[in-house]
């Protein structure tokens, strides 16, 4: 364990020289607390580099350990830092898990690295025994200090769910008060607090080559590289992405590496998104967006006396909060319902009405429809649409193979859609008419489409098309901190209620005053506990204090 301590005083070193000599041209987050335990939640607040200004600045996030990946994004608004969470899954494996947070130019496929952050993620379920005990490494990072940070509590004596309400004032060197944003944790000083892992809850970021801040991305994007069948990058003139999710296509083009960048509107969560060839371009391509996965060096978890201790309490906390049926930290985020297009048909076809076909080529051979499967000499089938509204014999025929949609997914592959089963088909319905289908699909639509409705909980459409298929994040939906009022703790006055992590406030802002109140309720715990504050001034300046208090039963 010395060489990991020695990594870890020279990983300190460094990030003493990067605060000096780039200050705050740098972003820097701040965690509510520097370790974890599989089933927590990890708050975070990502304060940006001075000259961003009030620029809206959407940031990708990153969390990877060894094997897996999530991918989100968090919205810079003007004027403010950027704020998120990470829900560590129950069933999470001890390790080093991975923040990783980055930014993106307009029309540039390169995405900058903001920040990394190395966090600690323990499990309750290890076996004690099994667990080799290190000393804590001494070396802690440097934190800014061109604010002088100041917190003054409402009373001198706390006990066990008071309601405590807290003043925190920022001021310049020279005594003068100044407006800006301050991030603010409230922990268990002797759970989770410098005693027993360091004091790691904050990272300063990466240097970013020099560009004007207004070039900086604020939508959603999905980047990544198209491909022909050969693996060639491919120069395409219309890349379509279906979202089935609300009758909407996306589009965009790439250079001549094959680079995209594919533009959305703000939404929450993620959604699948499925690529596709312009028919009269390259109808066949492949996509690939690529998912990085961990960055950084594997360095195995320090585990000390404190940490034991913690991971037995977090056990017993558990239990309890399941008698309640409960969770410690229950998250609610905020969930906006998806808005989903209407795409009224031209004809519909409701199959239990007809009788019995074995197959979509049966049922449209049989009937006099406006689509139609043609067999090839290769004893595949082809598929074309007529319009039969069409008054001129050169607007009747749709040019090109139809866009088939199966549910949530798109292919045009007629063949595979003429040997469906009309056993579980319940709704075929065709778009035709030229305008509705410009309005509608846009260029990939130009040649008619038909969109199937199944009874399957999921078709599987061929893989060439499937794997086309991506899921796409979104913005993370919004969530608070569950800190609550003395006067309504969850499960009434009868219930226990233990947290290590007491409050956290990842923006609160401040006027010309310097100065703000925040109040929550206190648990059941005893002993000593810290409030740990960053602050960010309008023009850049940073601060960062701790202050402890005890709270005993009087």
Same mark, same amino acid.
């Given at each position: 364990m010395s060489s990991l301590r020695l990594r870890l005083y020279f990983a300190n070193i460094i990030l003493v020289f990067a605060w000096n000599v780039h200050g705050q041209d740098l972003a820097m987050v701040h965690f509510d607390k520097s370790f974890y335990v599989s089933g927590e939640v990890a708050w975070f607040s990502v304060f940006p580099p001075a000259a961003w200004g009030n620029q809206e600045v959407a940031v990708r996030v990153t969390v990877s350990t060894g094997d897996n990946s999530s991918h989100f994004f968090i919205k810079k608004q003007a004027g403010s830092p950027a704020n998120g969470y990470f829900q560590i899954p129950y069933n999470a494996s001890p390790g080093i898990f991975e923040f990783r947070f980055q930014v993106a130019l307009k029309d540039q496929f390169e995405e900058q690295d903001l920040a990394y952050a190395y966090i600690p993620v323990y499990s309750d379920l290890q076996d004690?025994?099994?667990?080799?005990?290190?000393?804590?490494?001494s070396a802690e990072a440097d934190?800014?200090?061109?604010?002088?940070?100041s917190v003054l509590l409402s009373k001198a004596s706390i006990s066990p769910r008071d309601q405590i309400t807290m003043q925190i004032k920022a001021a310049d060197k020279g005594g003068n008060t100044i407006p800006g944003?301050?991030?603010?944790?409230?922990?268990?000083?002797?759970?989770a607090g410098t005693t027993v892992l360091g004091s790691r809850s904050t990272y300063i970021g990466k240097p970013l080559p020099e560009f004007n801040p207004a070039d900086l991305e604020s939508q959603v994007t999905v980047r990544g590289q198209v491909y022909d069948l050969e693996d060639n990058p491919l120069l395409v003139n219309v890349l379509g992405g279906y979202s089935g999710e609300e009758n909407h296509i996306f589009y965009t083009r790439s250079d001549e590496n094959g680079h995209f960048i594919l533009k959305m509107e703000d939404y929450y969560g993620s959604k699948p998104i499925q690529f596709m060839g312009f028919q009269y371009e390259h109808p066949e391509l492949i996509v690939e967006v690529p998912s990085d996965g961990f960055q950084g060096e594997e360095t195995p978890l320090i585990y000390t006396e404190g940490i034991l201790r913690y991971l037995e309490l977090s056990q017993i906390r558990k239990k309890i909060y399941q008698q309640y049926?409960?969770?410690e930290t229950?998250?609610?985020?905020?969930?906006?319902?998806?808005?989903?297009?209407?795409?009224?048909?031209d004809v519909s076809f409701d199959i239990a009405e007809y009788e019995s076909f074995e197959d979509m080529k049966g049922f449209f051979g049989e009937l006099i429809t406006p689509l139609r499967f043609v067999l090839e000499k290769d004893s595949t089938y082809s598929a074309e649409l007529i319009n039969v509204q069409g008054t001129r014999a050169r607007n009747a025929k749709?040019?090109?193979?139809?866009?088939?949609?199966?549910?949530?997914?798109?292919?045009r592959d007629a063949d595979f859609i003429a040997d469906m089963s009309t056993d579980y088909i319940v709704r075929v319905e065709l778009f035709l008419d030229r305008p509705k289908l410009r309005d509608y699909f846009q260029a990939v639509g130009a040649s008619g489409v038909v969109r199937i409705t199944t009874s399957l909980d999921r078709v599987e459409v061929p893989a060439e098309d499937e794997r086309n298929l991506v899921e796409a994040p979104g913005i993370q939906p919004r969530a608070e901190?569950?800190?609550?009022?003395?006067?309504?703790?969850?499960?009434?006055?009868?219930?226990? &209620?233990?947290? *290590? %992590? /007491? &409050?956290?406030? *990842? %923006? /609160?802002e401040v006027d010309n005053s310097g100065t703000t109140e925040v109040t929550f309720g206190h648990p059941d715990d005893t002993g000593q506990f810290v409030i740990e504050v960053l602050f960010q001034s309008e023009d850049g300046l940073r601060g960062w204090t701790t202050s402890t208090y005890e709270v005993s039963l009087n």
């Open positions: 004690p025994g099994e667990i080799e005990i290190s000393e804590i490494a934190q800014p200090n061109d604010v002088d940070i944003s301050f991030s603010v944790s409230v922990k268990d000083h002797e759970l049926q409960s969770f229950e998250l609610q985020p905020e969930l906006r319902p998806w808005s989903k297009a209407t795409w009224e048909p749709l040019n090109g193979p139809p866009l088939f949609i199966v549910d949530n997914m798109v292919t901190f569950p800190a609550y009022e003395s006067s309504s703790f969850p499960g009434g006055s009868h219930r226990p &209620y233990f947290r *290590p %992590q /007491v &409050y956290w406030n *990842p %923006q /609160v």
